[in-house]
């Protein structure tokens, strides 16, 4: 029970994502994706495996930051992207500093053509 609803919570997640990069004002499907910051770090994010003492020592990381989740995106919600290139996420990670953490007002931006997603 709990990998279903860990698998649900992390859908749920990333549909609330891609629906919020594709309310960003100027959003086109055309516009490469950059995803700043190494992980996703939510407070508001419930995680049914910290509850679940039975599964590596206490609790299994989350899977809104498995390795995988452009995948998880296509797979699970039919949703691909573009992603930034090199050159495009190095210009990202340098604009983006002062943006807040996802999921906040103002995590997801549209910067020199590019649509930034800033994690934690």
């Not at 698998?7 to 004002?25: A, G």
């Not at 995680?47 to 003492?53: A, G, K, S």
């Not at 299994?60 to 452009?70: G, V």
């Amino acid at each position: 029970m709990a990998g279903y609803y860990t698998t649900e919570q992390t859908v749920s997640y990333f549909q609330t994502l891609v629906t919020r990069i594709k309310s960003t004002e100027g959003y086109s499907p055309e516009l490469p994706i950059s995803f700043v910051g190494d992980f996703y770090d939510d407070e508001s994010f419930s995680n049914i495996w910290t509850e679940t003492p039975f599964w590596y020592g206490g609790h299994m990381p989350e899977l809104i930051n498995c390795y995988s989740t452009d995948k998880l995106m296509m797979n699970y919600l039919g949703y691909s992207y573009i992603p930034a290139t090199e050159d495009e996420k190095k210009r990202a990670e340098l604009k983006a500093k002062d943006m807040p953490n996802y999921p906040q007002d103002g995590s997801i931006k549209i910067i020199d053509g590019v649509i930034v997603v800033k994690r934690g």
